[in-house]
Structures are given as structure tokens and as C-alpha cells.
């Protein structure tokens, strides 16, 4: 069996962490750079074992209370969004993520520092810094985050990601307080995003995709077809009012919602004027 | 695409992580890293050995370097290829492997990487006479513009598909259908996608063309002037007046020159349409998906009232049959000179038979044709440029997936491959969106290590046999398509 694995990307700036099914990078800035790497590392490499001691209870949609760091960090994050049926899985990505980052700020000297699990983003911001990360339905691209900003945590859930959704979002970020809680929003709020019954969107139980998905016999989406502009804006504004309910109770910031070509913003999304991006 | 394969028996466990999924047949784990492909836990990405000893399109083996007896390295007959190399961008550092392997006693170095393509596309050529669009026409895939119909090819119908304008230049969703559109393509899958103001068409490398829900079968014999040279002789005695529909040169066996030789009489047909030379005519209808790729459904409404002076009499019989002998009539003129449907005489079937039998089966044909320019040649050598003179100068031989990949002259480094001789599941994509394709630079280690390369990056294909590379030990082997060349 494989165990965690640690190494520099290309820059020699990012540490990539992978173990099963997580990848993670991580970049820090600050004098205390190399000693957070280092305890971010070690903290990796027992991560995925707490989870998979719990995993049953992860899966559930009820249970006791969970014992791990992470799995905590999962029930605290899903809680308030009872009685919507969820599994503490809905924010495992976004937790994972937390988990790591409070390691790297477990030490002085830290200024900035991020842990992107696959797309689902905890940072730390010292006081004065801002972080400029790229949202990749945005209009703009870029978004910018101060420090005195109350968000810490960005993710993104919907089509063509690791997880099945029940609903029809190419994507759906979401900025919120914690990269868990984001986690959690973002893939209710990609589940409100749908035309139910619509005959262009196949669905499949989740179990004949994924044997051992926490969704069950539930119905997530395999494909969509093309839909009609009045289609796409009905299925946005059902995703924007679920968004404009969470950020009513302090929930989210925002969030970033986009199908097929169009997109819709509930709260303020601080962005950057667009920028030339260089590709090959 | 909405058609998953999906088995729920046969739960296997994965034991390649902590997670130990259960995983079904035909599923992939948690990961999307490792899959049940017929009861056995696989790599879904794993690097592939090209053996050249196994089959034509043989079966795929996973090779574990405890299973390898060490025998299988046999110079030519292994070699390694991008597919599941892993890759960098942009390449900052040496491509995942660098192959050493003897080949004919020299010591050659062949340079492996998944390359991600910002700049690619393809181009298909479909071979089929029936209209498909206009030139310029917009290509869409699930409504969404994916490219163009271009210049049209003899017998064939040329679509130009992706690129970076369709990549990364239009909307997000665009460019998302466009990347999913070129990887099913290069993949041999079937793509189903219509014309603006023309056909809806499934594509598939390898397969026929359907068209508009009908499937094409032979593509046509040459144009209907060409028709008529070929087999003029063979009507000689057997009719009085032949014509081959067509899209482009609708011929006259009677006005022809190739009927002139022959010494045939004038009949006094009168074709509508612009006649170029004698017995040639264009246009004599509108592009479509009737007889000969034009809008005709009944043949008689290209023709004008019949002229006795010139020759037209009652009982002259007239066979017209389109380029690839799918449609014909045989008629007869009534006492007023106009002509009456009748029964094929058996004299003439075979020469109907014998159009539709030099008709070469239809098929459609993908190459994938992109630019290997930019940060990537970096991963083969230190002096970019220097690899780019090396494969002008065919020292350095470049292959996708050990195919021979056809090298553009001028600069750069533009190559286009016919993706059926490509290993299964060659492509893959980045969300940028861009298609990753292997891709593999051959050259004698001599000639490698003069163009600046990372000679103390390279290792010998038993090392990578024995240890894999950065992103993972998994290899498979699989035969290659054909000889290569």
C-alpha cells in the first residue's frame, strides 16, 4: 500500500502532498516558511488514516459525534445546514485542508499560506496581507482577498470534479469563513442548481457509479445536454436563492455560480479587473 | 456520452490506499486513480511499453516489474511511449523519462512525455460526396461552435475542428465542449456534430460517416466525368445514352470526349446546368443528400425537353446513375420523347454493379495535428531551438504514442498523427482546456547529448521497467498498431 508522499513541485516553491484519493498543494510565505512545510508534512501523514478509521461514520447521515481533528472540522462545518440531507463527506475536502493549514500556523513567523485540496481552499492571511486567487468561471478571472476580509476558505463543487452532484452547476464557488464550511455550501448550493425532470440531463443512482458513495440510491448527474437560456437562468436563480438563504445566516460570503456559459453572483465577489494570463 | 458502462457485481477492494474502496467492475476508486477493469485493479493512467511482439491491437497486460523476466528487452521490439508518462507544464524540468535503448547497435535516446497541447486540433476528413455544409460553415457540438468545414478533398468532405481559438478564445463553455469534443475524437470515439445550415454528422476515427441518421458505406468512384471515362467502353451497344449524376461534374456519355472516341451518336439530351467542356456540366443542381451529393431526388428534373433534331426518337433508352452506383434509373422515350421509367436490362446491372464495386468503403479519418512548441522542448533539451533543428533536420524522429507523427517543414515543431494508430486511451485533458497527448522525440544518444540534452537524466528502458518514473511504477504493455515505419 502506498504511503503519504511529499515533494516539491517543479517551482520548488509548493509542496505537493498526495495519499489515495487527496492531493494537495501548499505554499507558504514567511520566515517560518520551512519549518511550516515541514510540520505540514508530518501532519499529512497520518491525515487519511483518521479518516478512513471513521469513514463509516463520515458516510452516515447520522451518528455520534466523530473523533478525529478533521472529522470534526467536517461535523462542525455541515451542522448548521440541517435538516438538507448531507453527509459530513459534503465538507471532507474543505476540512482536509484546515486540518493541514492550522499545522502550518501552528509556529511563528508565517505571513501567508495556503492549502489548495483539490480545488478547495484554507489560507491565512497575517495582518496587511491579501491573497489573489483565480476563479476559473469568473468574468474577470481573479479575485482578491485582504486580510481584513472575513473570508479564509474558498471552494468549488459541480460537474467534472471527484464527486457526483445532484445538480446540473458546471460550478459553483463558494467564499466563505472556513475552506469546510465553503466545501459544505458550495455542493448544496451545486445541488440546488437543477431543472428536476428536464429530459436532456441523465441521471444514474450514485451506488452504480460509485459503489460505496455516501449519495446512495440517490440521482446524480451523468450528463446534461444543451439547454435554452431561460432553462440555464431558471436552474441559476434556483442555486442563487439556496446561496442568498446561506449568506442570510452568515453561512457564506458568497458565491460564484456558472452553467453553461452563464454565470450568476449572490454577495460581494471582490474582483480584479481582467488580466493576460500567459499560456503556451 | 450520457451512456456510463455500468456493472454493480463483482465489488473488488482496492488496496492501493488507506480508503481500500470497494470498487465494481468497469468503476473507478475514490481516487480516479485505479480502476476494476474485468475483475483486476489497474492503473487507469499507467505508462505504456509498446511491445512490439504482441498482436496487432492486442490485448493489454499489466506489467509489474516483478513479473518482468527480464527477457522482453529485445532492442526494437519494446519501446517506451508518453502515454501515462505524467507531464509538467509549463516543462521546467527534464520530461518524466528519458529512454535509453539499443537500437541496431547505437545507443539511441528517445525522450517521453505527455505533452499538453495548447495549440491543437484536428482535422477529419470524411469520405463522402453528400453535402455536408458550405465552406467557412460553423462545426458545433452540442451547440456550441467547435470549428469549420474547409476546403473539401476529392471524395472526401474536410472538417477543421478546435485550435486555440475554440480552445481558449471563445466563452468558458465553449471551450469546455471544444476539449471534450477533441478528446473523444483523438480516442475513437463517436461525436455526433452538425453544420451550420448542413448536415448533422457522427464522427468516428475508423468508421463510417452517418449523415443525417444514414449511414454512408462507399465513397464515389471518381467524379461523374471521370465515371464516364472509366466505363464508357463497357456501355458501348448496351444503351443509347448514359448519365452520371454528380456533385461536382455531372457527365454525358454521348457529348463526352471518352464517348467521342467511341464514335457514340448524339442523342439530343439537353442537361440544365453550366456545361465546362463537352459532355461536362456544373451545377446541374444544389449540394445535397440525394443522388450524387446534389439536392436530386428524381434524376429526369436535370434534364430539358429532348431535341429530335439533334437526334432524340421514340424508344431510346437512357441509363443515369450516380458516382457511386447507389442510385440509377433506366429509361425509356415514350412517342413524345419524354422518358418513362423501365426495368434495368440484366446487359447493364453489371456495370452498375462494377461503379459501386470500385467505390472504396467510406470511412472517417481523425489526425490529430497540433504544435510541440513552447516550454515543452525544454523538457528534452537545455537549448529549446536545438530540438527544433534536430527534427527539421530528421535527426530526431518524433512519434505520439509510437506512431509516426508526420513533421510539418517550416519552423516549429507542427505535427499531426493519425490518431487510430495510437494506443487506447491516448488523450487525456487539462482544464485550461487543452488536450495532454504522449509524445516521444527519438535520436542517437550521440546526437542528444550535442543538441544540449539531460543526458544525466537518462535511464535505460529495464530501469524504467524495473522502477517506473516520478508518477508511479504502473506500466502496460500493449502491441503495437502496425509496423512502424
Not at chain 1, 469513514?55 to 472529522?71: D, I, K, Q, V
Not at chain 2, 517521453?112 to 460553423?138: M, N, P, Q, W
Not at chain 2, 494508430?421 to 535520436?443: H, I, K, N, R, W
Amino acid at each position: 500500500m502506498q504511503r503519504a508522499q511529499a515533494a516539491w513541485l517543479p517551482c520548488g516553491r509548493r509542496l505537493h502532498l498526495h495519499h489515495g484519493p487527496i492531493d494537495m498543494i501548499l505554499g507558504i510565505d514567511g520566515t517560518g516558511r520551512d519549518a511550516a512545510f515541514r510540520r505540514a508534512a508530518r501532519r499529512f501523514d497520518t491525515l487519511l488514516d483518521e479518516l478512513v478509521a471513521e469513514l463509516p461514520r463520515l458516510r452516515a447521515p447520522h451518528g455520534p459525534r466523530p473523533e478525529g481533528e478533521t472529522a470534526r472540522i467536517m461535523a462542525k462545518a455541515t451542522a448548521p445546514f440541517a435538516p438538507e440531507f448531507i453527509t459530513l463527506m459534503a465538507a471532507v475536502a474543505g476540512a482536509g485542508a484546515e486540518t493541514i493549514l492550522r499545522a502550518i500556523c501552528a509556529g511563528p513567523g508565517i505571513r501567508r499560506a495556503y492549502v489548495n485540496n483539490g480545488g478547495d481552499i484554507a489560507f491565512h492571511l497575517a495582518h496587511g496581507e491579501r491573497f489573489d486567487a483565480a476563479i476559473a468561471s469568473a468574468p474577470s478571472g481573479l479575485i482578491r482577498i485582504h486580510a481584513a476580509d472575513p473570508v479564509r476558505g474558498i471552494a468549488t463543487s459541480g460537474q467534472g470534479g471527484r464527486s457526483h452532484s445532484l445538480g446540473i452547476a458546471d460550478s459553483v464557488t463558494v467564499l466563505a469563513h472556513s475552506a469546510a464550511q465553503a466545501d459544505a455550501a458550495a455542493t448544496l448550493i451545486a445541488n440546488a442548481v437543477d431543472l428536476p425532470g428536464h429530459p436532456a440531463i441523465t441521471r444514474h443512482p450514485a451506488r452504480e457509479i460509485a459503489a460505496e458513495s455516501d449519495l446512495g440510491e440517490r440521482l446524480v448527474t451523468t450528463a446534461i445536454g444543451p439547454l435554452t437560456q431561460a432553462e440555464i437562468a431558471r436552474a441559476l436563480e434556483a442555486g442563487r436563492a439556496r446561496a442568498a438563504t446561506f449568506r442570510r445566516k452568515g453561512l457564506i460570503v458568497a458565491a460564484h455560480l456558472t452553467l453553461q456559459g452563464t454565470s450568476i453572483t449572490e454577495g460581494p465577489l471582490p474582483q480584479l479587473q481582467k488580466e493576460d494570463l500567459p499560456h503556451a | 456520452m450520457s451512456e456510463r458502462r455500468v456493472r454493480p457485481e463483482e465489488k473488488i477492494r482496492c488496496d492501493a490506499c488507506p480508503v481500500m474502496c470497494y470498487i465494481a467492475e468497469g468503476q473507478v476508486g475514490a481516487c480516479d486513480r485505479y480502476a476494476n477493469e474485468g475483475g483486476r485493479i489497474v492503473r487507469c493512467d499507467p505508462l505504456t511499453i509498446l511491445d512490439r511482439r504482441l498482436e496487432q491491437g492486442g490485448e493489454i497486460r499489466p506489467f509489474l516489474a516483478s513479473e518482468w523476466d527480464g527477457q522482453m528487452l529485445g532492442g526494437e521490439d519494446l519501446f517506451v511511449s508518453g502515454v501515462g508518462s505524467g507531464t509538467t507544464y509549463p516543462d521546467y524540468k527534464p520530461a518524466p523519462f528519458i529512454v535509453s535503448r539499443e537500437v541496431e547497435g547505437a545507443d539511441f535516446i528517445t525522450v517521453v512525455t505527455e505533452a499538453i497541447f495548447s495549440y491543437c486540433g484536428v482535422k477529419v476528413k470524411i469520405d463522402t460526396d453528400r453535402h455536408l455544409g458550405h465552406e467557412a460553415a460553423t462545426v458545433r457540438c452540442e451547440g456550441e461552435a467547435i470549428g469549420h468545414v474547409t476546403t473539401s478533398e476529392y471524395g472526401s468532405q474536410m472538417l477543421s475542428l478546435g485550435g486555440v481559438e475554440h480552445l481558449t478564445g471563445g466563452s468558458k463553455s465553449e471551450g469546455r465542449v471544444t476539449c471534450d469534443a477533441l478528446l473523444r475524437l483523438c480516442n475513437r470515439e463517436a461525436v455526433e456534430l452538425t453544420i451550420d445550415e448542413g448536415a448533422t454528422v457522427v464522427v468516428q476515427a475508423g468508421a463510417a460517416p452517418i449523415v443525417d441518421g444514414q449511414r454512408e458505406e462507399r465513397m464515389r468512384v471518381g467524379c461523374g466525368s471521370a465515371t464516364i471515362g472509366m466505363f464508357a467502353a463497357q456501355w458501348q451497344g448496351l444503351v443509347d445514352e448514359v448519365v452520371v449524376v454528380d456533385d461536382h461534374i455531372t457527365g454525358v456519355v454521348s457529348e463526352h470526349q471518352a464517348g467521342k472516341v467511341l464514335g457514340w451518336p448524339d442523342t439530343g439530351i439537353r442537361i440544365k446546368g453550366r456545361r465546362s467542356t463537352p459532355g461536362r456540366y456544373f451545377q446541374v443542381a444544389e449540394p445535397g443528400r440525394g443522388w450524387g451529393g446534389t439536392d436530386i431526388e428524381d434524376p429526369l428534373t436535370i434534364l430539358n425537353p429532348w431535341l429530335a433534331k439533334k437526334g432524340a426518337h421514340p424508344g431510346l433508352t437512357l441509363l443515369m446513375v450516380s458516382t457511386t452506383g447507389e442510385q440509377w434509373g433506366y429509361y425509356v422515350l415514350d412517342d413524345d420523347l419524354v422518358p418513362r421509367k423501365a426495368e434495368l436490362p440484366e446487359a447493364l446491372r453489371p456495370s452498375v454493379d462494377l461503379i459501386s464495386e470500385n467505390c472504396e468503403p467510406a470511412l472517417c479519418t481523425v489526425m490529430f495535428q497540433a504544435g510541440a512548441g513552447g516550454s515543452l522542448r525544454s523538457g528534452v533539451t537545455k537549448n529549446p531551438v536545438a530540438l527544433t533543428r534536430s527534427v527539421q533536420a530528421l535527426k530526431t524522429r518524433v512519434t505520439c504514442g509510437g506512431a509516426p507523427a508526420y513533421v510539418w517543414p517550416g519552423g516549429g515543431i507542427t505535427l499531426m498523427v493519425d490518431v487510430t494508430q495510437m494506443p487506447d486511451g491516448s488523450f487525456g485533458y487539462v482544464p485550461t482546456p487543452a488536450l495532454v497527448a504522449p509524445l516521444e522525440f527519438t535520436l542517437s544518444h550521440a546526437d542528444y547529448r550535442a543538441l544540449g540534452g539531460h543526458d544525466a537524466q537518462v535511464r535505460t528502458v529495464a530501469d524504467i521497467l524495473e522502477k517506473g518514473g516520478e508518477y508511479g511504477a504502473a506500466l502496460r504493455a500493449v502491441g503495437t498498431r502496425k509496423e512502424q515505419g
